[in-house]
């Protein structure tokens, strides 16, 4: 399971803005350059200023919006006719970029440590590769879960708010970056194996 599945109840209540965003002209790369652009200004931000910590509370909340910009992009080029070779690599290595500018401040947040921060954020870029790889094999791009695009802005989505709230996370919480690095890489595996076994059963 993964909260990707939700997808399809977000991009219909979405659906009305999307129609008059392709009216008045917005394209999917303008929305998807935009969300790459505030993601690394404002994890960058975060990282190097290291303001308080209720500063935090931007992530969960740019997180959501971030989701809405993700699932606008992609409506507006599939339903109004603005596909193209160029917003389809944007759409990929946006998003890689955009996670680890976003993950990268929680390297700061005690207990965790920085390089486990650093190997999340290199198996989250892996994961996004392994499934975009899919159509490359013959199969379909891959989304399988546990730890997908999605559930990782959950997870740290949730984590910001935490320190934003200024409750102190336990000594026990740094075998959470180890955690989920298990389970992102867990995500990379599966998504090879299930594009591997589309393409056979093709």
């Known amino acids: ?20 965003l392709a009216r008045a002209g917005v394209t999917a790369n303008q929305v998807t350059m ?3 652009l505030v993601s690394v200004a404002l994890g960058l931000w975060l990282f190097w200023a290291a303001p308080s910590h209720a500063a935090f509370a931007l992530v969960p909340l740019w ?9 606008v992009d ?5 339903e109004h006719g603005q596909q193209s070779a160029l917003g389809a690599f944007l759409n990929e290595l946006t998003d890689v970029v955009s996670d680890a500018a976003l993950y990268l401040p929680f390297a700061l947040v005690a207990p965790f440590s920085g390089f486990w921060v650093g190997v999340v954020i290199v198996l989250a ?3 996004e590769f392994a499934g975009a790889l899919g159509p490359t094999v013959g ?6 879960g546990p730890m997908g695009k999605s559930d990782r802005a959950f997870v740290f989505g949730a984590l910001g708010l935490y ?3 200024g409750w102190p996370l336990p000594a026990a919480a ?9 389970a992102t890489g867990w995500t990379v595996v599966r998504r090879v194996r299930a594009a591997l076994a589309e393409r056979t059963a093709g």
């Not at 399971?1 to 008059?20: D, G, T």
């Not at 992609?74 to 599939?78: H, I, K, S």
């Open 1 to 20: 399971m993964s909260i990707y599945q939700l997808k399809p109840r977000f991009q219909a209540l979405l659906r009305p803005l999307v129609q008059r």
């Open 34 to 36: 935009a969300a790459c």
């Open 63 to 71: 997180m959501l919006v971030r989701m809405a910009f993700n699932a």
């Open 74 to 78: 992609g409506m507006l080029a599939r």
């Open 125 to 127: 870029g892996l994961s």
């Open 139 to 144: 199969a379909s791009r891959r989304y399988d």
């Open 163 to 165: 320190v934003a709230l």
């Open 174 to 182: 740094a075998w959470l970056m180890p955690l989920l690095a298990l």
